[in-house]
């Protein structure tokens, strides 16, 4: 299984950014997808997640900033990011809980990270 994020970079404060992010490979199904950040020194921290029920879940920093739209079906996530702040700078991942099946049929359900796309946000 495997995660690839793609977009972030750098944008003035009050600016906007999207990233996006694929999961592929040996997928039996997905509960839920999103993305959490984290800096140097710091634990990584919840952004916000959507589950396959359609349940969302986002930190209280980036309520009514950030919007997550997943298509888990398709295995895809973004995230918008509007009004962004110095202090959303952080290195975002992408991550699923993912289920897998092996050859024997049991299934077995992880939590996957993506590689990681860094957002800066200059004052």
């Known amino acids: 299984v495997q995660l690839q994020a793609s977009g972030g970079g750098l944008v003035q404060a009050g600016g906007s950014l999207r990233i996006f992010c694929a999961a592929s490979?040996?997928?039996?199904?997905?509960?839920?997808m999103g993305w959490y950040r984290q800096v140097p020194g710091q634990p990584r921290e919840l952004v916000a997640t959507?589950?396959?029920?359609?349940?969302?879940n986002y930190a209280d920093s980036v309520k009514g900033r950030f919007t997550v739209s997943g298509d888990i079906p398709k295995k895809m996530v973004y995230l918008q990011m509007n009004s962004l702040k110095p202090e959303d700078t952080a290195v975002y991942y992408c991550?699923?809980?993912?289920?897998?099946?092996?050859?024997?049929?049991?299934?077995?359900?992880?939590?996957?990270w993506g590689q990681g796309t860094q957002v800066t946000v200059s004052s």
């Open positions: 959507e589950t396959s029920s359609g349940r969302l």
């Open positions: 991550y699923a809980d993912i289920a897998t099946i092996s050859a024997t049929r049991d299934v077995k359900w992880d939590d996957y």
């Open positions: 490979g040996n997928i039996f199904s997905i509960n839920a």
